[in-house]
């Protein structure tokens, strides 16, 4: 398959993200499951700049919430304090080592963790198991694979539409 630019690729990796998003998990690993769209949005928010805004991280989110059926505008919000978070930091961020990187990647998922727990706070659901908070160990277990794999895609989509 020949990708011809980069916002096909990035389409075609939000759906790919989306789905592995709804794909369900057995019950024991379910609570590792990561945030797919948040780690392909902070790939793309990192390595693109100008490609993710505010705005489409919104809309992204929406999406995501539509499709996963959970409180309407959660996933919005989620990704578009990531969004901001790393547009502030991008330029600090984009030239660490990949190890730094990859805790920083953590701190910003365990940060996106406990937003998530406000939001259903706030919306009477309860505090959530202890296994909630495991999602961020595998976001960051993931990073660097993704991370480089990721990165190899697009420079062979940049390579061959030269």
Known sequence: MRIRNEG???FILVIAALTLQLIPWPESASPFKPW???MLVAYFTLESPGRITLGLAFLLGLGADLLTGVLLGEN??????????????RYRLRFFPLWQQTAAIGALFLNDRV???WLRMLGNYGWPPTDFWFAPVSA????????LALDRVRRRSRARSL
Do not use: E, K, N
């Open 115 to 117: 937003l998530t727990v």
């Open 36 to 38: 797919f769209l948040g």
């Open 76 to 89: 919005a919000f989620r990704l578009t304090i990531l969004v901001y978070v790393l547009l502030r930091f």
């Open 8 to 10: 096909t690729l990035f």
């Open 140 to 147: 960051m277990l993931l990073w660097p694979p993704l991370f």
